[in-house]
């Protein structure tokens, strides 16, 4: 093997070369952690292969991915190594097309369609539709419906793409909930995704971009309060 | 009640606030007996299926990871977990329920309320009102019930 460059400006992974004096090597990362020698591997561990320099060895394997960036051993570091950021930065390098799973085709999907699972418009507007008729008429709740697009509504609701795809019933809790609190609240019509898979797949760009809808649903809809279920 | 990370040390990281007593007080109000998870808080496990883990190839390593989890709510001997979290509902419900044979019930912490409220239905004049205000709506978008759908 070769002889490894250390510094700042060589490290995809923007590590500082002091990171190996910072890190006590202590492994108090790794012993909190649920999927240390999975692979081999631990945070403790990947600390070091950024440190050292070993960064496309990093991006390049599946401990990234298999760690679920829940941030209890940056929490519990005493040094405040930032392992999470790192372990995102990671996700970040892979290139897109080698992103496991579906998190990438849905951020993909998202930004072309609007939510992760490319429902449509029409689809997702009947869908509301249908299930408002079932509480209004059957269920106990006389008079419900779904709030599309209400301009001045208190509450803006993001909607998860997989529950209009797969569990449309489980919208009926805060609905519930709405009905009972006689709240002031709507969807929008498009873009309604509350799920941002960018996070995960270390895409700050996307994010940033389905952040930004957001944003541009409270200013147009002139909503008070944003409620993002995830 | 399990803590998803993101609400809580993440939230805490981020915002400078995490939402660990928001929940446990909601929570208390719909269920008598309340249990705590150790470690929780701050220090909780993550269930195994955050950061897209869920939708992650890795089935395996991610039951493995929730193994620690699993054992939590086992040692609670709880009927029920909390989980206000998608990812986490999803990963206790429908997967570590099953692999580790815990026997409990897992809902979200907005169906909790909603299954705990005893619900009024609106007056007469409300429902009038909401009729009318859906049925401008329906039109608007041009959405019809009874049209024949695919």
Redo the contacts between chains.
Sequence with gaps: MEALAINRKESKLRVAPEWADVCFTCGTCAGGCPVTGVDGMDPRKAVRMAALGLDQELVDSRFPWICTLCGRCEYACPQGVEILKMMRKARGLRERDKVPGPIHKGVVMDLERGNNLGIPRDDFLFLLADLAKEMDEDEGFPGFYVPVDKKGANILLTVNSKEPFGEPDDMKFWWRIFYAAKEDWTVPSENWEGVNWGLFSGDDESMKIFVGRIVEHLERLECKTLLLPE | MHDP??YG??GF?TFGHGYFEEPRWITQQCCENYVEMYPAK?????C??????W????EQ?RI??????AKQIKDTGAKMVVAP??NCRDQIMKSLDKEYGLGVEVK?L??L???S?I????SEE???A??K??DA??ER???D?DQE?G
Excluded: S, T
């Excluded at chain 2, 701050?42 to 993550?46: A, E, I, K, R, Y």
């Excluded at chain 2, 939708?55 to 890795?58: I, L, T």
């Design positions: 990370c993101n040390r993440k990281k701050m220090n909780n496990f993550c195994g299926a955050g950061g897209g883990a939708a992650m190839p890795y390593e493995f990871y929730g193994r620690v989890k979290c998608h979200y907005w169906e309320v909603a299954d409220l619900v009024e239905p609106w409300e429902i009038k909401a009729n205000l859906r709506q329906y978008d041009d959405v019930l759908w």
